[in-house]
């Protein structure tokens, strides 16, 4: 018997959402940070640079990376001290620096046109204020744009607005 794939009703940061793009590619969002206080409501997401035929695993997503960039040390947004270690010990070049992520912004009237499109395949507990410590964002509250823009060239694109590969690992909560 066919398993019904679940309506997504919220999101929460660490969610993982998977999604078909246009070239038929298994591609991964992973929420940073969510906005739920009033109206407008909205989710920030990291893109993956998984590219997969297969539905991935939870495995193969937190062997994965994420595009961000290593940021200045920010007093506002700041990570425990066992988190930049931990950071610093996937990714020494980065030292004394944060790790940021590039932002893909949904709103979430948008997202709630479009969320049959999405799949939640899990949760992982990762630091707070990774997109705070990034240098970038773009709104993505479009279907089509997504569909698109992850099978196009969206590596080249991040990685010319300044953006590096990051493994999902260093941003996990320990």
């Known amino acids: 018997m066919l398993k019904m794939k ?5 999101i929460n940061q660490g969610d993982i959402l ?11 969002l992973l929420c940073t940070s969510t906005y739920k206080d009033k109206s407008p409501q909205n989710f920030t997401f990291a893109a993956l640079t998984v590219d997969e035929q297969e539905k991935p695993t939870i495995q193969s997503i937190i062997e994965s990376e994420f595009f961000g960039i290593g940021n200045r040390k920010n007093d506002y947004f700041k990570y425990s001290n066992k988190e930049l270690e931990w950071m610093w010990t996937v990714h020494p070049e980065v030292k004394p620096f944060y790790i ?43 279907w089509d744009y997504l569909r698109d823009f992850f099978s196009g060239e969206y590596h080249p694109v991040l990685l010319n607005r300044g953006q590096k590969l990051f493994r ?5 909560k320990h």
Do not use: C, H, P, Q
Request: glycine share 10%.
């Open 6 to 10: 679940e309506i997504i009703k919220d």
């Open 18 to 28: 998977t999604f078909r793009a246009a070239d038929g590619r298994y591609k991964v």
């Open 100 to 142: 940021g992520s590039y932002g893909l912004t949904i709103w979430r009237k948008e997202f709630m046109r479009f969320r049959e499109n999405f799949e939640l395949i899990g949760n992982l507990e990762i630091v707070n204020n990774l997109d705070k410590n990034g240098s970038g964002s773009m709104n993505a509250s479009d």
């Open 168 to 172: 999902i690992e260093s941003i996990i």
